[in-house]
Nanobody
């Protein structure tokens, strides 16, 4: 089975950086980061595909966030730079064993981590 464990969340000031990690055991074809702020819909932040160089980012984080993976450590990362208060949310690591649907559809992801809180203050 697939198990996901996130870490790296915390509180930072605007302009700061955080690096989220997700240890992902089991076989997956697609790994991604989603986030959800209070009162808002869950949104896809970034997704990386297995076996390709394709990576997708939400427009709001392009140029600031970088998604990557280390297969030797079975770990997914999200490097977040130039953080803004609007980035404040619960961040979730997610995995899919299929490639159906759009990359940003949360319903297509079969496995989810417990979430890690990111808070950015002004």
């Amino acid at each position: 089975q697939v198990q996901l464990v996130e870490s790296g969340g915390g509180s930072v000031q605007a302009g700061g950086s955080l690096r989220l990690s997700c240890v992902a055991s089991g076989v997956t074809y697609r790994l991604g980061w989603f986030r959800q702020a209070p009162g808002k819909e869950r949104e896809a932040v970034a997704v990386i595909y297995t076996g390709t160089v394709l990576i997708n980012y939400a427009d709001s984080v392009k140029g600031r966030f970088t998604i990557s993976r280390d297969n030797a450590k079975n770990t997914l990362y999200l490097q977040m730079n130039s953080l803004k208060p609007e980035d404040t949310a619960m961040y979730y690591c997610a995995a899919s064993r299929t490639l159906g649907g759009w990359w940003y559809e949360a319903a297509r992801y079969n496995y989810w981590g417990q979430g890690t809180q990111v808070t950015v203050s002004s």
